[in-house]
């Protein structure tokens, strides 16, 4: 097996009974693995909510550690939609044409700074970094804050020893108390202000409702695209020809993307509950229990994908849900595609070949599945393209 594979725990659970179990803090929870009963829950947010109690629907649930309710990602329909509509157009600034200069000039950097070392670990000296700086643009904030979300580590719920770490979800907290008190005094034209300039109803947005957005903002996209970004490393370290494909291709980028995507799902699953008893894929499911929407399995499906445990660069047909799916698909899916492209585009520039030292493999621990999602460390090395 090559080092960069990410192998699919969940087949033969998907093909025998298309659910899963595991023990999330001793709340069951019942993992839905195939693509099309994946897609069916996700619609049907009536019987699978997701605005249930602030934390819940995450798996690991985060209701020890959060009271803020992240918003919209944690509303039903309707209320949803107005908050998302609130949100979507700042979430689609990714688009512009001079943030994606912004974007290109800030990961041009990075690869140049990356270049020069002769060793670097990806998670905590690149991939980080990437997402700290590129989370700037974003927000519409000045670049040098990236400096402060870098100091936090990966994760910021969860730390080297514990899965979730109350004490470090509180250094985030306190941060954007301190931010939307700043925002309040000095408006600018950062999402702190827009969102506090926001009206849902005639109402302005309350500052739980602003903090819940924001936080939203912070923990969704940063493993995710720590993942992504990782993974994508490891993968062109053992795919050199994968590079000079993108020279000579260039217009493939956006649908490799959306196959790495598919293929890394950085995000392995999302709850929702359950409000009545019912059945999902012939099992039954109890009132007030907890469901999962496994991306992870679901984008393994081979009764949706051809090959699916092989990155197929130029993949034709690719309805993934690596991104979600329904009304919550995920918000900073513009924006992380937008890194992804750039990065690769990037790469291929200016990189020849990537060597790969050391690693250690992140496993998530499914109880009956154990899932690779990415790396703790992995130590490369980049050579330049010379011509
Ligand atoms: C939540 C979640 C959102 C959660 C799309 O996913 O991402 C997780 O990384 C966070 O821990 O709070 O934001």
Redesign the pocket.
Known sequence: MQKSELPDPFEKARLEKGIGEMKDQNDPVKMILRHKDVRKTAHNYKTFQSGAIPGRI?VPS?VNI?KTR?IP?ELDPPIHGLYRAIVEPWFKRPLQVDYTEKLTDQISELVEETLKKDKVEVIGEFALVLQSRALTLLLNIPYEEAETWISWGTHV?RSEDTALDADKANILYDYIDKEIDKAIENPGADLYSMLLASEVEGKKLTREEVKGVMV?TF??G???IINAVTNAIAYLSEHQESLERFRKEPEIIGKAVEEMIRYFSP?TQ?GRVVTEDTHVCEHAVKADTRVSLCWASANRDDAVFENPNEIVLDRKINPHVGFGFSHHN?LGATHARQIMKVLLQTLADKIKSIEVFDYKENIEDLDEFKRKVGYDYINVKFNRLTN
Do not use: K, Y
């Open positions: 995450v985060e959060r992240q990602f719920f939203l923990a969704g940063r493993d995710t995000l999302m995920c």
